[in-house]
T-cell receptor
Framework: AQSVAQPEDQVNVAEGNPLTVKCTYS??????LFWYVQYPNRGLQFLLK??????LVKGSYGFEAEFNKSQTSFHLKKPSALVSDSALYFC???????????FGQGTELSVKP | GAVVSQHPSRVICKSGTSVKIECRSL??????MFWYRQFPKQSLMLMAT?????????EQGVEKDKFLINHASLTLSTLTVTSAHPEDSSFYIC?????????????FGQGTRLTVV
């Protein structure tokens, strides 16, 4: 079965430190990969995507993600975390064969001053 | 990015009544929209795919007679929760893609918090 895993329910980071939110996937072929962020009682906001090309993708608000084909991972990173980055982050993949997005279970990021 | 607007953002209704949630693509046409349900601190569960001018495609386990979907125009899809019960209380989110390519990102509405009392 196709799936997306975010192994950490919660990530705690001090402001100014680098952050990583992990994502691995199990999907046949080379899927399209996405990261979204959700603030409380809000819909999801698009951060970045990997389609093809350079494995390091840069997105909104200083976030970036690195695609690793051999490890089937697409970890989200930011060099210096802000308190305002605290939110729920979702990794999602879309297989080439079908149009449905498959979401990970989400990781709650907490950035403390 | 594209804008998807969802209305209402919050609704409280009595058990047994029906509630309609609207999802609009404000600056693009969407032949396909998606409806999700999200429980607290959990991931999004795809309920159905809404297709303009045709019947929606429901995911396994989702009651199509309870969750009525209508996609009457290229910019509007509606989800009607019929005969709502407290267990239907949840956060409902719609999304749409701008363009038909699989590599395009989905844009999400702001969600609707439904509380059935």
């Amino acid at each position: 079965a196709q799936s997306v895993a975010q192994p950490e329910d919660q990530v705690n980071v001090a402001e100014g430190n680098p952050l990583t939110v992990k994502c691995t996937y199990s999907v046949s072929g080379n899927p399209y990969l996405f990261w979204y962020v959700q603030y409380p009682n809000r819909g999801l906001q698009f951060l970045l995507k990997y389609i093809t090309g350079d494995n390091l993708v840069k997105g909104s608000y200083g976030f970036e993600a690195e695609f690793n084909k051999s490890q089937t991972s697409f970890h989200l990173k930011k060099p210096s975390a802000l308190v305002s980055d605290s939110a729920l982050y979702f990794c999602a993949v879309r297989p080439l064969q079908g149009g449905k997005l498959i979401f990970g279970q989400g990781t709650e990021l907490s950035v403390k001053p | 990015g594209a804008v998807v607007s969802q209305h209402p953002s919050r609704v409280i209704c009595k058990s047994g009544t029906s509630v309609k949630i609207e999802c609009r693509s404000l600056d693009f046409q969407a032949t396909t929209m998606f409806w999700y349900r999200q429980f607290p601190k959990q991931s999004l569960m795809l309920m159905a795919t809404s297709n303009e001018g045709s019947k929606a495609t429901y995911e396994q386990g989702v009651e199509k007679d309870k969750f009525l979907i209508n996609h009457a125009s290229l910019t509007l899809s509606t989800l009607t929760v019929t005969s709502a019960h407290p267990e239907d209380s949840s956060f409902y989110i719609c999304s749409a893609r701008k363009g038909g390519g699989l590599n395009t990102e989905a844009f999400f509405g702001q969600g609707t918090r439904l509380t059935v009392v």
